[in-house]
């Protein structure tokens, strides 16, 4: 399985959340911080979502659903 990227939150709690959102449907998330490290605590700072790349269109249609995300690069 590869890890591609999805989208970017505004930090790692949104991350954290929109990952287990995607999880609950089946959806491989990873949260990806951006410039920090985790023995720092809570980043503040974006975070990306990375899926298997498989599902990426899934876990688009998802984010599009159940959250209202745009993504700019859809047709």
Same mark, same amino acid.
């Given at each position: 399985?590869?890890?591609? *990227? ?18 609950? *449907? /089946? ?13 720092? /605590?809570?980043? +503040? ?13 899934? +876990? ?16």
């Amino acid at each position: 399985m590869s890890w591609t *990227y999805l989208t970017t939150a505004p930090d790692q709690l949104i991350a954290e959340m929109w990952s287990e959102l995607l999880s609950s *449907y /089946g959806v491989r998330a990873r949260v990806r911080a951006g410039d920090t490290q985790s023995f720092l /605590g809570v980043s +503040a700072y974006p975070c990306r979502i990375l899926v298997d790349e498989y599902a990426v269109d899934r +876990a688009r249609e998802l984010m599009k659903s159940e959250l209202g995300v745009e993504f700019s690069d859809e047709s």
